[in-house]
């Protein structure tokens, strides 16, 4: 004799056999009261959360390691006429500083933030800023030759570079 399976509550879910060697079992009714239910399963979603972030609570090591370090970029400029046209391009290698290093850094639990957690990122970046003419020895004219003519074949741009770095809060460009 074969069982039929049947729709639970009009919505379409079966809720006995779903294949003919299978055989039938009955849900048995929640013996719980809902709200009970909802609410242990929030006291273990807290519980869970504490624990990974008791795993989570990651902070660097004590001392900062933010420092201004010396650096070598390659600079190309490009210098064009009142009506557009490229006139000549100059370029070089430079020595500039840079701001390299870590900062303590921090996730903890919150139930103040939506995702549960607080962080709390710092940023090694410039406090101050210094700028200084360099000079690009390097030009060439429109069609690729190298300029010679005194007056064109260097060109002076100024350039801002980090003096001096410290630690600051991720995404603070209040200084």
Request: hydrophobic share 25%; glycine share 6%; charged share 30%.
């Amino acid at each position: 004799m074969r069982r039929e399976a049947r729709k639970c509550g009009g919505r379409g879910k079966d809720v006995g056999r779903s294949h003919p060697l299978r055989p039938f079992h009955s849900r048995s009714p929640p013996t719980a009261h809902p709200q009970h239910s909802i609410k242990n399963k929030l006291k273990m979603r807290i519980s869970s959360i504490v624990l990974w972030a008791s795993f989570l609570m990651v902070k660097c090591s004590n001392e900062e390691e933010c420092e201004t370090l010396p650096s070598e970029i390659h600079i190309t400029k490009e210098e064009f006429d009142e009506l557009g046209r490229l006139q000549r391009t100059c370029n070089g290698d430079v020595a500039v500083s840079k701001c390299e290093g870590a900062c303590n850094s921090q996730v903890q639990p919150s139930v103040a933030t939506p995702n549960g957690f607080l962080k709390e990122c710092f940023c090694c970046r410039e406090s101050y800023l210094r700028e200084r003419v360099i000079t690009l020895d390097h030009c060439y004219d429109p069609d690729g030759i190298r300029i010679t003519v005194e007056g064109k074949a260097t060109m002076d741009i100024k350039l801002r570079e980090p003096d001096q770095c410290k630690c600051y809060k991720c995404g603070d460009y209040s200084r």
